[in-house]
């Protein structure tokens, strides 16, 4: 087997290759904490599942887009009615498809056997109570 030789020229390279994978590393896991960190200070109201309703559950195809190409995925979109402080709102959640929770919030909807039960608190922002989501129990900060 023949040892390869490394110049000096290849060691800073290669220094500064890893430099910048941490570097990389670092800035995702800073963007990771910092949406964290919003969703956990923003949405900090829970309405509980006897509170709100789920009135439409449709499946749909998500396409989303980056510079490595598109990723195709089955969501189901729900249409959520709630009511904050006397006056409604209807806002809509996400939820991936395909999932164990997602096929038995599809059959207790389709069931109209309590599917806010499954789904469990939704949460919004005092400042803004028309938007709505499942931040509470996804924050990696949650006990």
Do not use: W
Request: contains cysteine; glycine residues 8%; negative net charge.
């Amino acid at each position: 087997m023949k040892k390869i030789k490394l110049t000096e020229s290849d060691k800073t390279g290669l220094l500064a290759a890893l430099a910048v994978c941490l570097i990389g590393i670092l800035v995702a896991v800073v963007i990771v904490v910092g949406v964290d960190i919003y969703r956990k200070h923003t949405y900090t109201c829970a309405i509980p599942p006897d509170g709100y309703r789920i009135i439409d559950m449709k499946r749909e195809t998500h396409t989303s887009y980056s510079v490595n190409g598109d990723n195709t995925e089955e969501v189901y979109i729900l249409s959520v009615e709630y009511e904050v402080d006397g006056n409604s709102y209807t806002d809509t959640i996400q939820i991936l498809a395909g999932t164990n929770f997602a096929a038995e919030l599809h059959g207790r909807y389709i069931a109209d056997d309590a599917p806010e039960q499954v789904l469990g608190d939704i949460f919004y922002s005092a400042r803004d109570p028309s938007h709505i989501g499942r931040y509470g129990d996804d924050s990696i900060f949650v006990e």
